[in-house]
């Protein structure tokens, strides 16, 4: 079992940074990816970017030079650095860890509210 909390969101001016932690209860150096997801209202949920556990990266066009994902596996954490926000990245962002060979293969967090207006 893996349990997942996010924290650092909160209202952030555009243009302006925030950066996302995921604490994980399990050993996140077992999943083979961890990754960000986020939904706005009315919409469907969507992949912000994912960190595999070789290293490679894979990240939403819309984010692509203003997000940065990164994991550290002693710390059992995973980072969401936003920068350059907009109004359009407002939503509820959720920390997922991926684990194809088990069931579930997927942990999702409680999310934490990311909110960009002036």
């Known amino acids: 079992q893996v349990r997942l909390v996010e924290s650092g969101g909160g209202l952030v001016q555009p243009g302006g940074s925030l950066r996302l932690s995921c604490a994980a209860s399990?050993?996140?150096?077992?999943?083979?990816?961890m990754g960000w997801y986020r939904q706005a209202p009315g919409k469907q949920r969507e992949l912000v970017a994912t960190?595999?556990?070789?290293?490679?990266?894979n990240y939403a066009d819309s984010v692509k030079g203003r997000f940065t994902i990164s994991r550290d596996n002693a710390k059992n954490t995973v980072y969401l650095q936003m920068n350059s926000l907009k109004p359009e990245d407002t939503a509820v962002y959720y920390c997922?860890?991926?684990?194809?060979?088990?069931?579930?293969?997927?942990?999702w967090g409680q999310g934490t509210q990311v909110t960009v207006s002036s």
């Open positions: 399990g050993v996140i150096g077992a999943m083979d990816a």
């Open positions: 960190k595999r556990r070789g290293g490679s990266t």
């Open positions: 997922n860890a991926h684990q194809p060979q088990w069931r579930p293969s997927d942990y």
